[in-house]
Structure formats: structure tokens, C-alpha cells
């Protein structure tokens, strides 16, 4: 049921590479953070966090359903989805230099837990990664697809919780880090988009390798 050391390494690294990158999510923690200390960027984290929750969920029910019913159209999501991320890495490694303005806003907190999660569950681009980014890490010949699904989705959202936690606790050092000049964040955003790219590509070859090692 739990799928193979190697291809977690791979998702967890990937996850980290999808989620340090600065992003509007990232950069609202950071400035929750800023406005009113660490207790409102942890709290912002923690709705984004929430809202990955039900995307995860919904995103597991649907795709082991389409699997159910046509493991073609499952590969035909499987690879929709890989062209998906390379475009999604495209658009990271030519993402303009991140810039953190200041909100001196004092919204309370409960505000900033629900807003945060409403925020996510309402992104339609949070759905569409998860459907893009889930299957290609599931290995369909098991029968726990659907647990396999579910393990992704809770390492990623330890993964999210780690890295936005950290943002909104450190959040003063890290926008220092990011506002001087679009050096630190252009890299980042290079680095992390190359990487996506290299993971949009890397599925498909692998699963044609595979392909024709068994013919």
C-alpha cells in the first residue's frame, strides 16, 4: 500500500520545489507575517494548509473514480497532466523578481483562518495542480490506489505546513532575504521552475522506458 522509498524522495522533492517557490500563497503569509507577527503568519499557513485538505480529497475520489472506470482516460489525465506542469514550470522559471510590499492591515485571526481557506478552496488552479501533480507519482497497478493518493496528499500537506509554517514565523528574515534586489528570488524562481519542467518531462520517458523494457 505505501508506495516505494524512491518515489517518495522524488515527490517530496518535488513538493519542496513547488512550494518554496515565491508564489502569491507564500507571499500572503509573509506579509500576515510582517503586518501582525509571527501568531498571523502561522495562522495564515495553517488556512492554506486546510484548504490543500479538501482539494487532496476531492482531487483522491475523483481521479481513483476515472481510474475505476477507464484506466485509459486515467492516463490520458496522467499525461494532460504532465504537459500541465511543464507549463506550470515554464511560467515559475519566467516569473518577475518577487516583491513584499507591507500590509499594515490588523485583520483578527479567526479572519485569517477562514480567508485563507476560502482563499484555496476557491482557486480553481489549486484543483487543476492537484489533478495534474497527484497521478504521477501513483502507481496504478496497485489496488490502494486511493490510499496511495491520500498518502501523497498528507506528505505534501506536512510539506506545505512545514515550509509556510517557517515563512510565517521567520517571516521578517526571509522577506529580507527575498527584497534584496531580484537576485535571491530569481534564482529560486529559476531553480524551482527548471525543476518542474524536468518533472513534467521526466514521466512520460520514464513510462516509455518502462514500456519497452517490458516488450
Given at each position: 500500500?505505501?508506495?516505494?522509498?524512491?518515489?517518495?524522495?522524488?515527490?517530496?522533492?518535488?513538493?519542496?520545489?513547488?512550494t518554496?517557490?515565491?508564489?502569491?500563497?507564500?507571499?500572503?503569509?509573509?506579509?500576515?507575517?510582517?503586518?501582525?507577527?509571527w501568531?498571523?503568519?502561522?495562522?495564515?499557513?495553517?488556512?492554506?494548509v486546510?484548504?490543500?485538505?479538501?482539494?487532496?480529497?476531492?482531487?483522491?475520489?475523483g481521479?481513483?473514480?476515472?481510474?475505476?472506470?477507464?484506466?485509459?482516460?486515467?492516463?490520458?489525465?496522467?499525461?494532460?497532466?504532465?504537459?500541465?506542469?511543464?507549463?506550470?514550470?515554464w511560467?515559475?522559471?519566467?516569473?518577475?523578481?518577487?516583491?513584499?510590499?507591507?500590509?499594515d492591515?490588523?485583520?483578527?485571526?479567526?479572519?485569517?483562518?477562514?480567508?485563507?481557506?476560502?482563499?484555496?478552496?476557491?482557486?480553481?488552479?489549486?484543483?487543476?495542480?492537484?489533478?495534474?501533480?497527484?497521478?504521477?507519482?501513483?502507481?496504478?497497478?496497485?489496488?490502494?490506489?486511493?490510499?496511495?493518493?491520500?498518502?501523497?496528499?498528507?506528505?505534501?500537506q506536512l510539506?506545505?505546513?512545514?515550509?509556510?509554517?517557517?515563512?510565517?514565523?521567520?517571516?521578517?528574515?526571509?522577506?529580507?532575504?527575498?527584497?534584496?534586489?531580484?537576485?535571491?528570488?530569481?534564482?529560486?524562481?529559476?531553480?524551482?521552475?527548471?525543476?518542474?519542467?524536468?518533472l513534467?518531462?521526466?514521466?512520460?520517458?520514464?513510462?516509455?522506458?518502462?514500456?519497452?523494457?517490458?516488450?
Amino acid at each position: 500500500m505505501f508506495p516505494e522509498t524512491s518515489t517518495i524522495l522524488l515527490f517530496m522533492t518535488s513538493a519542496f520545489m513547488l512550494t518554496i517557490a515565491p508564489g502569491p500563497d507564500i507571499i500572503y503569509v509573509a506579509m500576515r507575517g510582517l503586518a501582525q507577527g509571527w501568531k498571523a503568519g502561522l495562522i495564515a499557513a495553517l488556512g492554506l494548509v486546510t484548504g490543500i485538505f479538501v482539494h487532496i480529497i476531492l482531487a483522491a475520489l475523483g481521479l481513483s473514480a476515472v481510474l475505476a472506470s477507464s484506466p485509459l482516460l486515467f492516463a490520458a489525465v496522467k499525461y494532460a497532466g504532465a504537459a500541465y506542469l511543464l507549463y506550470i514550470g515554464w511560467q515559475i522559471f519566467n516569473a518577475p523578481p518577487v516583491t513584499i510590499g507591507r500590509d499594515d492591515t490588523q485583520p483578527p485571526l479567526g479572519h485569517i483562518f477562514r480567508q485563507t481557506i476560502f482563499m484555496n478552496i476557491l482557486n480553481p488552479k489549486v484543483a487543476l495542480f492537484f489533478l495534474a501533480f497527484l497521478p504521477q507519482f501513483v502507481d496504478t497497478t496497485s489496488e490502494f490506489v486511493t490510499e496511495q493518493f491520500v498518502i501523497f496528499g498528507f506528505l505534501f500537506q506536512l510539506n506545505a505546513l512545514l515550509i509556510m509554517g517557517s515563512v510565517g514565523l521567520f517571516s521578517g528574515a526571509i522577506t529580507a532575504q527575498l527584497g534584496r534586489g531580484s537576485g535571491n528570488s530569481r534564482w529560486l524562481t529559476r531553480i524551482a521552475g527548471g525543476f518542474v519542467m524536468s518533472l513534467g518531462a521526466l514521466i512520460p520517458i520514464r513510462d516509455i522506458w518502462e514500456h519497452l523494457n517490458q516488450s
